[in-house]
């Protein structure tokens, strides 16, 4: 069964990069047709889509979210994170790892979430 587990500061200051990284066990971030992307969801919001990297390391970006966000992979270690710069308090949210497998049609695996807040 694979897991997906998100770690990092669950506090940061405006303007600062948030950086979160997603290890996953029980599977390999480099399998055939699987993509690695992030979701999030502020206070009271619905889900957001923040982008993807593909198992052969292709890059899928979210349009609201490009100029902002980068998402990385270490195949070594089995893990994939994700960057955003220039937070305000409105990246505020929930933020989840989480893994599809092309053509699925749904999200098969979810990391439990993790909290972030943006404040000074």
């Known amino acids: 069964q694979v897991q997906l587990q998100e770690s990092g500061p669950g506090l940061v200051k405006p303007s600062q990069t948030l950086s979160l990284t997603c290890t996953v066990s029980?599977?390999?971030?480099?399998?055939?047709?699987?993509?690695w992307s992030w979701i999030r969801q502020p206070p009271g919001k619905g889900l957001e889509w923040m982008g993807a990297i593909a198992y052969e390391g292709s890059n899928y970006d979210s349009p609201s979210l490009k100029s902002r966000t980068s998402i990385s992979r270490d195949t070594s270690k089995n893990q994939f994170s994700l960057q955003l710069s220039s937070v305000t308090p409105e990246d505020t949210a929930i933020y989840y790892c989480?893994?599809?497998?092309?053509?699925?049609?749904?999200?098969?695996?979810w990391g439990q979430g993790t909290q972030v807040t943006v404040s000074s």
């Open positions: 989480v893994s599809f497998k092309n053509g699925l049609g749904y999200v098969e695996y």
């Open positions: 029980g599977g390999s971030i480099t399998t055939n047709y699987y993509y």
